[in-house]
């Protein structure tokens, strides 16, 4: 084998909560959290010592700023190996959209490479390389739908989501996480989300429950900031979502349809004022 593709899948929160700050400076969090259809890919090719990184997507770091290269790097040292290697990106998740595209393409990175240089690393062990690279990372080697505690190094695996057809929209607005957490820091958490009750009504597929008991702590922030983030969450509700969600720490809204024709008619219709906005389904 000397060519690998690997898909590096969107994440979203059902909900996020953040529940404080540790002695280390990280926030401990409590997210459920799923992924979603809305992939980028990543194709390896094996050389002899070159290692190059493309990308489908002009503007975008190509060095150890672009978290493949770094996962890359990492894994690297973890295994004693200096190896080429020629990647290309293709980029369909938006960038700084709280989707953590850049996580799942390094969380991509790992696997690939892991099976292309026939290193025989652990799950466990790939987890362990991807916790140093980003929070993100060790869910998005695990994907599916899975609580996530800690600073995202806790995954616990729930039943899988059932299939629902996703419309997500970002506005034209970019959110620095470190700018989230620093507004969150001075603010006061007036509600939380019932992350249970988000748990028990999946299971029951109970979307009434869902939509009450689901939240993101961020929202309230970056809405009051960008008005758009509310103004995308009621449109889609009005239109028929059945549960609607800010993901991540913005300014990306997810809306939830059992249809399909229904998601599709949304989409359509908020395609026609937002250029980042897309179909896609539970994964």
């Known amino acids: ?57 002009k503007g975008i770091p190509l060095d150890e700023k672009n978290l493949v290269i770094k996962a890359m790097r990492k894994l690297q040292t973890y295994a004693d190996i200096d190896k080429g290697i020629k990647i290309h990106l293709v980029k369909r998740i938006p960038y700084k959209a709280g989707l953590a595209g850049g996580s ?7 696997k690939g490479l892991n099976t292309l240089w026939h290193l025989g690393l652990t799950r466990q062990e790939l987890l362990e390389i991807g916790a140093a690279i980003g929070a993100d990372v060790p869910y998005c080697l695990m994907g599916g739908t899975a609580l996530v505690e800690g600073i995202g190094e ?20 970019n959110i620095s996480t470190p700018w989230a957490f620093r507004a969150l820091d001075h603010h006061v958490i007036q509600k939380r989300p019932d992350i249970p009750g988000v748990i028990r009504s999946l299971e029951a597929e109970d979307y009434t429950e869902l939509r009450q008991a689901m939240g993101n702590v961020f929202e309230p922030l970056v809405a009051a900031k960008f008005l758009e983030v509310n103004d995308i969450k009621h449109g889609l509700l009005d239109h028929g979502a059945a549960a609607s969600i800010m993901t991540g720490s913005g300014p990306t809204v997810i809306g939830y349809f059992p249809l399909k024709a229904e998601a599709w008619n949304v989409w359509k219709m908020f395609s026609k004022k937002y250029r980042m906005c897309f179909l896609s389904e539970t994964y």
């Open 1 to 57: 084998m000397d060519k690998i593709i690997v898909k590096a899948r969107a994440k979203v929160n059902l909900s996020l909560d953040v529940l404080g700050t540790r002695e280390d400076g990280y926030h401990e969090m409590q997210m459920v959290n799923h992924s979603i259809e809305l992939h980028d890919t990543l194709t390896f090719e094996a050389c002899d010592e070159e290692v190059n990184l493309t990308s489908n997507i």
């Open 104 to 110: 799942s393409d390094a969380a991509a990175t790992l």
């Open 154 to 173: 806790k995954i616990i695996p729930l039943p899988p989501i059932k299939k629902l057809y996703v419309v997500v929209v970002k506005p034209n607005v």
